[in-house]
């Protein structure tokens, strides 16, 4: 059965980091692409980056690009995130997503190009 399991998330002081993983099962990694998005309370789903390594694809929102950083380590099924000098704003529910396509592609920042979401993982950020 399809799975994506994100983790790592918890409470962590202003200017701290943290790193969340997304384990995938029962499909394709090679053939898929992932994305990270988060939902801050009362805020609209927001996207933070997507990765296919089978096509070299890595996409970024400007906003993010530069504190976080996404990975992928392909023997695992995992896809990373890595979130430094975290912020009080940065606190949300951290969501990995699959497409069943190996492309992140021109519209990788819609949820509706994601074929499926994982549970989510809550970050905290205290100030």
């Known amino acids: 059965e399809v799975q994506l399991q994100a983790s790592g998330g918890g409470l962590v002081q202003a200017g701290g980091s943290l790193r969340l993983s997304c384990a995938a099962s029962?499909?394709?990694?090679?053939?898929?692409?992932i994305g990270w998005f988060r939902q801050a309370p009362g805020k609209d789903l927001e996207i933070i980056s997507c990765?296919?390594?089978?096509?070299?694809?890595?996409e970024y929102t400007s906003s993010m690009k530069g504190r976080f950083t996404i990975s992928s380590d392909d023997a695992k099924n995992t896809v990373y995130l890595q979130m430094n000098s975290l912020k009080p704003e940065d606190t949300a529910v951290y969501y990995c997503?699959?497409?069943?396509?190996?492309?992140?592609?021109?519209?990788?920042?819609?949820?509706?190009?994601?074929?499926?979401w994982g549970q989510g993982t809550l970050v905290t950020v205290s100030s």
């Open positions: 997503a699959a497409k069943w396509d190996p492309y992140c592609g021109d519209r990788y920042y819609s949820r509706t190009e994601y074929d499926y």
């Open positions: 029962g499909f394709a990694f090679d053939d898929s692409a």
């Open positions: 990765i296919s390594r089978s096509a070299g694809d890595i």
